[in-house]
T-cell receptor
Framework: KAGVTQTPRYLIKTRGQQVTLSCSPISGHRSVSWYQQTPGQGLQFLFEYFSETQRNKGNFPGRFSGRQFSNSRSEMNVSTLELGDSALYLC??????????????FGPGTRLTVL | GDSVTQMEGPVTLSEEAFLTINCTYTATGYPSLFWYVQYPGEGLQLLLKATKADDKGSNKGFEATYRKETTSFHLEKGSVQVSDSAVYFCALPAGGYNKLIFGAGTRLAVHP
């Protein structure tokens, strides 16, 4: 079974631009979560989607948004990019997305560099 | 609030040495606990998990036991290899649907 895939793997943008990242979960998985990884802040939760609905959201500004499609694929969008948005963005999928014990499987990430 | 604390790295070992990476947590109730590993330039891979107190998770020679008395989930391996060089993250679910809280990560470097 194929793992979580993320595209593109690398992106370079300039301040003020916007960017869209894509994530395809493991087949049969309906929950998709997004995380930001930076050297200073570590791994931080952005949001989670299940059946096209955002069920959970981390403490990020409204410039960060996402959506999920009927086939469970998900996209996240960052508008008006800032230098501090440079990070590795990781997507994770799980089968059903309960509140506690579901195991999340991560993709390889998208490395975003903002110049 | 819920939190995870890991020992600071980097941890530098010679091949075949014994490894311990400490992880302690603060949580409401008894959540599942996870160890993830990140190899250079890659995403996170699930290494092992434990779903209840006294459970022992194991994989690829790594082990961790869920200790509710000490609120710990220390990662151990009896004999490390150069290929184990990576960053290791302890994590627990907290704050609603599929939100994982991670420790800061511990970098392990194994030399021949």
């Amino acid at each position: 079974k194929a793992g979580v895939t993320q595209t593109p793997r690398y992106l370079i943008k300039t301040r003020g631009q916007q960017v869209t990242l894509s994530c395809s979960p493991i087949s049969g998985h309906r929950s998709v979560s997004w995380y930001q990884q930076t050297p200073g802040q570590g791994l931080q939760f952005l949001f989670e989607y299940f059946s096209e609905t955002q069920r959970n959201k981390g403490n990020f500004p409204g410039r960060f948004s996402g959506r999920q499609f009927s086939n469970s694929r998900s996209e996240m969008n960052v508008s008006t990019l800032e230098l501090g948005d440079s990070a590795l963005y990781l997507c994770a999928s799980s089968i059903a997305g309960s509140q506690g014990a579901d195991t999340q499987y991560f993709g390889p990430g998208t490395r975003l560099t903002v110049l | 609030g819920d939190s995870v604390t890991q020992m600071e790295g980097p941890v530098t070992l010679s091949e075949e040495a014994f490894l311990t990476i400490n992880c302690t947590y603060t949580a409401t109730g008894y959540p599942s606990l996870f160890w993830y590993v990140q190899y250079p330039g890659e995403g996170l891979q699930l290494l092992l998990k434990a779903t209840k107190a006294d459970d022992k998770g194991s994989n690829k020679g790594f082990e961790a036991t869920y200790r509710k008395e000490t609120t710990s989930f220390h990662l151990e391996k009896g004999s490390v290899q150069v290929s184990d060089s990576a960053v290791y993250f302890c994590a627990l679910p907290a704050g609603g649907y599929n939100k994982l809280i991670f420790g800061a990560g511990t970098r392990l470097a194994v030399h021949p």
